[in-house]
């Protein structure tokens, strides 16, 4: 899943995940309010294993998603993992993403396919 407000990004993200051929399907939302709705509303089979999530975006921002987030069924949630994908990781943003233990970890866009596959591979999700 990936939750970015940058339409751009979000074609970028999906073209290289596809070409990277780690995935079955990419769920794409610009708003994280929207994929918290579809996370309500799925049975947790239907949940994706790995939400690349932006920080900076309108309405909900990726720490209030995270806050929601916490809220759904832990069942699901242990299926799961998140990773915040942001342009600007400002230090103060970096410690919050890390202190929260929802997040495995954080990457500078663009997405880097070595650090990414690693990740996955190290996480069991591939």
């Known amino acids: 899943?990936?939750?970015?407000?940058?339409?751009?990004?979000?074609?970028?993200?999906?073209?290289?995940?596809?070409?990277?051929?780690?995935?079955?399907?990419?769920?794409?939302?610009?708003?994280?309010?929207?994929?918290?709705?579809?996370?309500?509303?799925?049975?947790?089979?239907?949940?994706?294993?790995?939400?690349?999530?932006?920080?900076?975006?309108?309405?909900?921002?990726?720490?209030?998603?995270l806050d929601e987030y916490l809220v759904l069924p832990e069942n699901s949630r242990n299926k799961c993992k998140i990773v915040i994908v942001s342009s600007s990781l400002d230090t103060g943003d970096r410690q919050k993403a890390k202190s929260n233990p929802l997040v495995i970890d954080l990457f500078e866009k663009p997405l880097n396919r070595e650090k990414l596959l690693e990740l996955l591979k190290q996480q069991k999700v591939i």
Do not use: C
Request: glycine share 2%; proline share 3%; hydrophobic share 50%.
């Open 1 to 65: 899943m990936l939750i970015d407000d940058n339409r751009i990004d979000l074609f970028i993200h999906n073209a290289f995940i596809k070409q990277m051929n780690i995935a079955h399907a990419v769920l794409e939302y610009s708003f994280a309010k929207d994929a918290i709705t579809f996370l309500q509303n799925s049975e947790s089979s239907n949940w994706p294993e790995l939400i690349l999530l932006d920080i900076h975006m309108p309405i909900m921002n990726g720490f209030d998603f």
